[in-house]
């Protein structure tokens, strides 16, 4: 990443931005009027801080980053466990954090909230403090992830849900609209209501990347077993192992041993 101190001088910067000194940022970043950037932030190239949006903190970018007007990036962590130190937010490339979002650093000192690469971030969605992002996610607004809560990649999470804290949203996955999930929620499935169920499986979503019908198939026989047959935790992920033509599908051995790592239970 090449990255130098900021320059009031830049044609980048608007003269009504703040731009603490200590911050680092790449020549050609874009800072607008009236936004803030603190001492410790580093952005990368062609990262643009929209008008009144707020990056401070521990915080490092990637390049090609956008945060949009009203958005805070960083601050400090909301959990009342914090003791102090210097945690931190690290991003990728490519994100869009739109107006009214927020994501916050790490509780512990040296550790850090981590966001991927290529995610949109929709008004008003809020990340807390020590999730961990992939790539390719859409959290489509006014939703939230609590503490502690990893999501795969090309998840999507719809308007109004919330997520418990310590929870994984697996790669693929779409979390319903105004529900409220307090376990995992499987790979490549739909989870929809209060308390969140799997509904079905994410066809649309696997569609657009480029599975397969015959990989879209066994997918939904996976799911038949976890959901259809009756049969509980135990007995089905026996019955899915023991299907030699599933287990020699990449995607049922990953949603077996999303199964068989699941700390909190799954949807």
Not at 236 to 245: S, V
Request: glycine share 12%.
């Amino acid at each position: 990443m090449s990255t130098e101190n900021h320059s009031r001088t830049s044609p980048f910067i608007h003269p009504t931005a703040i731009i603490e000194i200590g911050a680092t940022l790449a020549p050609d970043v874009s800072v607008g009027p009236y936004a803030y950037v603190g001492a410790g932030v580093v952005l990368g190239p062609g990262c643009v801080v929209h008008h009144h949006a707020t990056v401070e903190g521990n915080v490092v970018m990637g390049r090609d980053n956008h945060v949009w007007p009203y958005a805070l990036i960083g601050g400090k962590t909301h959990d009342l466990k914090f003791k102090g130190g210097n945690p931190g937010l690290r991003v990728g490339d490519n994100n869009d954090f739109r107006e009214y979002v927020t994501v916050h650093p790490a509780t512990d000192d040296g550790k850090f909230t981590i966001i991927g690469n290529h995610n949109h971030l929709l008004a008003y969605s809020h990340v807390a403090h020590d999730c961990a992002l992939g790539d390719h996610i859409v959290m489509s607004g006014q939703n939230a992830l609590a503490g502690h809560v990893t999501v795969g990649d090309h998840a999507v999470i719809a308007w109004g849900a919330g997520v418990h804290q310590y929870c994984r949203v697996g790669c693929y996955a779409m979390v319903g609209g105004m529900s409220r999930n307090t376990k995992d929620i499987p790979p490549y499935m739909i989870t929809e209501g209060v308390p969140a169920v799997v509904r079905a499986v994410n066809k649309v979503n696997l569609e657009r990347n480029g599975f397969t019908p015959e990989q879209i198939t066994r997918i939904g026989r996976a799911h038949r077993i976890f959901y259809r047959d009756g049969l509980n935790r135990t007995q089905a992920l026996e019955k899915l192992k023991t299907t030699p033509d599933l287990m020699e599908s990449p995607e049922v051995r990953n949603i077996v041993a999303f199964y068989e790592t699941s700390e909190r239970g799954v949807a």
